[in-house]
């Protein structure tokens, strides 16, 4: 669907040299939705920019269906944008146009009447459900209903791809969601491929098949989202997982010694994660009857991504030591990772971690 | 106001030859400037149509022109005036340093009034497919009306002082009008009665220029 080869950006000016993007490849199948997730300055923007030549990449290819859109003619590029929406962060409507003619605005020269492009634009509109908005102004819209006027404007000429550059950035928690749910929404039912791009990792784990992880200019890790954040190869990638949940916090509270972390002999607290898709069952009741021990959980953090948890637990953990080691085997085969925070079984040996 | 009542058809002709002035420079200058203006917006470094030497040589040019006293124009424009027009003098005589005179200083204005359009703006529209021209027409042009406008009334106020400048050097009009009796003569009332006549033509520009700038303000 669509294909990177080798994508390079590099910014020059008289001061300074900045390779926003440096020899990307990547593909995204036709119905995905993608992500690409990474710090701010990550050259994110660029590389989604690069894709629709808003900004014409300094190397490397850009295909869309097969075809080479970096090779193309001005007139070719402006037909073939017509089949690539793109969506941004500052929703970027028309202020002097009303919604529905905001709608209207790309159905111009497609040979339709006033009346058809009326009726197209009132069709969008039901579709990203803002049937009543269609003779407002955009100044009189709240941001969520500015980012779906949007999405209706992007849509009307049909595109094959949707390109969202931190379309959710500036909007609250709540409108968020609605705003993804309608991504995911249009994405099912008009198997619209998408690329997200965002510095959220919500953001991913709710709406993305796949995702790109950027940093300085370059993907470094790239996957299905469940492998992807339950297995992180790249500190990056760990830490946009650690800033979505609270575990960190564990940490400071051993160092304030907080009541909590305070083990008798025996104690360990332990990190559980999901390293791969497993059957979503109770694990914590299934290993403490099975095994004989306390599992007493402090922090969890668990998504659900499609059907699988994603996330962990961490807990304190007491009772007779092996039987302890032997949960642990047992959780390893049902692929939880376990990693050791603070462990007082032996009195004589200090934490590691 | 003996003085103004003893010659109706002289006034009369004074403020038809002003708004003749006014309508021939004014729309000239409006084209012209508004021509400019764009041009200066589209070829500059990240506009949609960036060119740099046009950018440079528009630059410099209006530069030039607006720092030319308009008096100066005047008489440095006779012969070209001759040539354009056949006549130096009048209200044809006129309209050639009228437009060189407005117009940069407008051109400076929509310049300004189009770059408060937000470039985000002008991306979504290239990614929907729009071409410079369609961008200029159907984004810069339609987005700025308001602030175009308000420029437009500014550029026309600032034409009916350079007509009454004009009037002086035998353009006829008002301003020559008001010199010639009210103060050549010390016939105190028509300087009142034509001062009062460019203040209320002003005030009616200047209304114009608000009322369409908010029917065009959502
Ligand atoms: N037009 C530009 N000119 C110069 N540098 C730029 C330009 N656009 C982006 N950059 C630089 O490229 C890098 C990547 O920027 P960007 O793609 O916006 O990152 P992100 O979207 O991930 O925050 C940054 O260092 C930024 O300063
Ligand atoms: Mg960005």
Not at chain 1, 2 to 27: G, H, I, M, P, Q
Not at chain 2, 126 to 148: D, F, H, N, T
Not at chain 2, 164 to 179: E, K, Q, Y
Request: glycine content about 8%; overall charge positive.
């Amino acid at each position: 669907m669509v294909a990177l080869e080798n994508l390079s950006k590099t910014f020059n000016s008289k001061t300074s040299v900045v390779e926003a993007v440096k020899n990307v490849s990547l593909r995204v199948e036709q119905g995905e939705i993608h992500g690409i997730i990474g710090l701010s300055g990550a050259g994110k923007s660029t590389l989604v920019r690069c894709i629709n030549l808003l900004e014409r990449p300094t190397s490397g290819k850009v295909f869309l269906d097969g075809e080479e859109i970096t090779a193309m003619s001005n007139r070719e590029l402006r037909l073939t944008r017509r089949k690539i929406g793109m969506i941004f962060q500052q929703f970027n409507l028309f202020a002097s146009r009303a919604v529905w003619r905001n709608i209207a605005y790309p159905l111009w020269r497609g040979g339709l009447t006033k009346k058809q492009m009326a009726d197209r634009a009132r069709e969008l509109l039901a579709l990203v459900d803002l049937s009543d908005k269609e003779n407002v102004y955009p100044s009189q819209l709240s941001g969520g209903q500015k980012q779906r006027v949007a999405i209706a404007r992007a849509l009307a000429n049909n595109p094959r791809l949707l390109l969202c550059d931190e379309a959710t950035s500036a909007l609250d928690p709540q409108t968020t969601s609605s705003i993804l749910e309608l991504l995911k929404k249009l994405n099912k039912r008009l198997g619209l491929t998408t690329i997200v791009i965002t510095h959220e990792m919500h953001v991913v784990k709710e709406i993305c098949d796949r995702a790109s992880v950027m940093e300085n200019g370059e993907i470094v890790e790239s996957g299905e989202v469940f492998s992807l954040f339950a297995n992180p190869q790249r500190r990056v990638t760990q830490d946009f997982i650690e800033t979505a949940s609270n575990f960190s916090k564990i940490n400071s509270m051993i160092d304030e010694n907080h009541v909590i972390t305070r083990l008798r002999p025996g104690e360990r607290i332990l990190k559980f994660r999901y390293m791969e898709k497993s059957e979503a069952e109770a694990l914590v009741s299934a290993v403490s009857r099975r095994f004989n021990i306390d599992v007493n959980v402090i922090f969890a953090n668990l998504e659900w991504v499609g059907d699988a948890p994603l996330g962990g637990i961490i807990s304190v953990v007491s009772g007779d030591s092996r039987n302890i080691d032997e949960a642990l085997l047992y959780l390893r085969d049902k692929h939880v990772g376990v990693e050791v925070i603070l462990d007082n079984t032996r009195v004589s040996e200090t934490n590691y971690a | 106001m003996p003085n103004v009542m003893s010659k109706p058809d002289i006034l009369w002709r004074s403020m038809t030859d002003t708004l003749a002035m006014l309508g021939w420079s004014g729309s000239l200058s409006f084209l012209i400037g508004l021509i400019l203006g764009v041009a200066l917006i589209v070829t500059k470094k990240g506009g949609v149509m960036e060119n740099g030497v046009l950018y440079q040589t528009l630059d410099k040019v209006i530069n030039f022109f607006r720092s030319i006293p308009f008096i100066i124009l005047l008489a440095g424009l006779i012969p070209l005036t001759r040539i354009m027009m056949g006549t130096a003098i009048g209200v044809r005589g006129a309209v050639v340093p009228l437009v060189f005179g407005a117009t940069p200083f407008f051109a400076r204005q929509i310049e300004s009034a189009l770059s408060e359009l937000d470039g985000g703006v002008i991306e979504a529209a290239q990614s929907m497919g729009s071409s410079p021209l369609e961008i200029i027409l159907r984004v810069y042009l339609k987005e700025c009306i308001a602030s175009i406008a308000r420029a437009t009334s500014i550029m026309t106020v600032t034409l009916i002082e350079l007509t009454a400048m004009a009037g002086a050097v035998g353009a006829g009009g008002l301003g020559d009008f008001a010199i010639r009796y009210g103060h050549q003569r010390n016939q105190i009332d028509v300087t009142y009665v034509t001062v009062i006549i460019l203040t209320l033509l002003v005030s009616v520009i200047q209304m114009t220029g608000t009322v369409i700038a908010r029917k065009n303000t959502h």
